[in-house]
């Protein structure tokens, strides 16, 4: 059970599922850059005599530099038997070559690669029977740097627009309307959060940190987030462990309902969408989603044994104690 319960801990951990999703990328790309590409062609698809393969590349791929591509081959068909000829078997920089070909059921496995990568269609005899992407290591230390420039570029057109937000926030909470909201949603508060004191400081950074949520104003409820969890390890009696109300905010402020996305409507105003804001309903829908599913998780594993704070603090117990033989072997040393 101990074995069980620290397996689930770490695998539950985001930088964990992060980690693990960076490693699958690279392994995915190693595979296709090291293993030639296969493509299946119909065996309906071919005729007795000579057929035509063409492979198209996209921009990123083929012709020279980096120019869209279109290269053709011969395929002739003897005795059920698809053949390739010697010359379109050599390796080349910019055209792909063939490697072999064999049957399989009702088509014809084809093995061919590529040193470019990019998009790809494969034709026979003018009829398009497969399609994919072809990934380099290239590929993939371009994308990455590609996209932290788009990323940087992104982040300066987000402060207009936070900025602007960040005012309307302070005008509201002069006219008093985050007060106004903060006390409709003050019952919500105390059944997240039961084990808060009624009249505890905790309670109104809270209460700020999802009203500001809840307006879309993510980097205004950032301050508010970071001083209710400050304020509610003040009440945990296990400084070392999360008590269920810091699980609880951490969840919610994770998912992050909010009647109007911001940060979203700003990534699309600067990446120049016409209409940012046709997306608020599904924005809602998939934000109200989220945040019951959190919400319902963490009440549910937090009444599994295995997830309990008497669980934790017994793992956590267990882990601190010194390792059997280590204060006897200290009192052999002392006694020699």
Request: hydrophobic share 45%.
């Amino acid at each position: 059970m101990r074995v069980l319960g620290t397996f689930m801990r770490a695998v539950l951990n985001i930088n964990t599922i992060w980690g693990l999703m960076i490693l699958i990328s690279f392994f995915l790309c190693a595979a296709q850059h090291y293993l030639p590409t296969t493509s299946v062609i119909p065996v309906d698809r071919l005729t007795d005599g000579d057929n035509t393969l063409t492979v198209r590349l996209a921009a990123s791929g083929g012709g020279e530099d980096g120019a869209p591509g279109s290269f053709d081959y011969t395929l002739p068909m003897r005795a059920g038997e698809l053949a390739i000829e010697p010359t379109d078997q050599e390796r080349g920089r910019e055209r792909p070559w063939l490697i072999s070909t064999e049957r399989v059921g009702e088509g014809v496995l084809l093995k061919w690669d590529c040193s470019s990568h990019g998009a790809y269609d494969l034709a026979v005899n003018g009829e398009i029977i497969a399609g994919g992407n072809l990934v380099t290591f290239q590929s993939l230390t371009d994308a990455a740097f590609d996209y932290a420039k788009i990323g940087f570029d992104i982040a300066l057109g987000l402060v207009a627009a936070m900025v602007l937000f960040l005012g309307l926030m302070k005008v509201g909470e002069h006219a008093g309307i985050v007060q106004i909201v903060a006390r409709v949603f003050y019952p919500i508060i105390r059944f997240l959060f039961p084990d808060v004191p009624k009249d505890h400081p905790a309670n109104g950074a809270i209460l700020m940190n999802v009203t500001t949520t809840v307006l879309g104003l993510g980097n205004a409820a950032t301050p508010f987030g970071l001083k209710a969890m400050k304020e509610l390890q003040s009440l945990n009696p296990h400084p070392e462990i999360a008590s269920d109300s810091e699980v609880m905010l951490l969840g919610y402020n994770t998912a992050g309902f909010a009647i109007l996305p911001t940060t979203l409507l700003a990534l699309r105003k600067s990446a120049g969408c016409s209409d940012p804001f046709e997306i608020i309903g599904t924005c809602m829908v998939a934000g109200a989603v989220s945040t019951i599913t959190a919400i319902t998780m963490v009440k549910l594993l937090g009444r599994l044994p295995l997830f309990t704070i008497r669980a934790a603090v017994a793992e956590h117990a267990r882990e601190a104690a010194p390792a059997p033989g280590a204060e006897t072997g200290r009192g052999a040393g002392e006694g020699e």
